[in-house]
């Protein structure tokens, strides 16, 4: 999640109208005309306001015959809340997870002595903080072309790819329209 990901976060919450949706369906799934008479407003008014809310992530659709249900991303609330009390407090983001000597063990296990990434970890705490050490070449506010970023993980590991799509997964980077940015450290361990 980069910065801009918050703002249009807090932005989104910035409406009473939305506030409320999101208090309604933290009590279960609703479908829009559920929503619109608990609230008094018309159906267009809630599918404006629901637009708004998927575009940031927020709540989920499943339709049942002619009815779609909405219910709250309660992963992403959380995440997205708790991420601006992350800005600005820099460090290693792995220090909630390992401790030095376990990181410094975790990178001897993984990497050759040229620096070539022997395996990708399947243990998420192992992976996280390798991953940590690849992105230490990457320069935050730079947009990088896929064809870049395959270069540079090249350097680490033949399967660039898969390294490529744990990086997204993992929110260490963020990717729209194949170029590539580095995500805030203090955001890498929200997700």
């Known amino acids: 999640m980069q910065i801009n990901k918050i703002v ?3 932005k989104a919450l910035g409406d009473l109208t939305r506030v409320r949706i999101i208090a309604l369906l933290q009590q279960g799934p609703l479908h829009g005309q559920a929503i619109a008479g608990k609230l008094g407003l018309k159906p267009p008014t809630i599918t404006h306001h ?3 809310l998927r575009e ?3 709540i989920k659709e499943r339709r049942d015959k002619n009815t779609i249900y909405f219910s709250l991303n309660e992963k992403i609330l959380k995440s ?4 601006i009390l ?4 820099g460090g290693e983001n792995m220090e909630m997870f390992v401790t030095e000597e376990e990181r410094t063990s975790i ?3 993984f990497f050759t002595g040229n620096g070539k990434l022997k395996n990708i970890p399947a243990q998420r705490k192992k992976k996280l903080v390798v991953l940590a050490h690849i992105v230490k070449g990457l320069e935050f506010g730079k947009v990088y072309p896929e064809k870049d970023i395959n270069e540079y993980l090249k350097h ?3 399967d660039y790819a898969t390294l490529r799509r744990e990086l997204i997964m993992c929110q260490y980077m963020y ?3 194949n170029q590539y940015e580095m995500n805030p450290p203090e955001l890498w361990w929200l997700r």
């Open 107 to 109: 990178l001897n296990n």
């Open 175 to 177: 990717r729209e329209n």
């Open 80 to 83: 997205s809340a708790l991420a």
């Open 156 to 158: 680490f590991h033949e």
């Open 8 to 10: 249009e976060f807090h």
């Open 56 to 58: 940031i992530g927020l």
């Open 50 to 52: 629901m637009a708004k």
């Open 86 to 89: 992350s800005i600005g407090k």
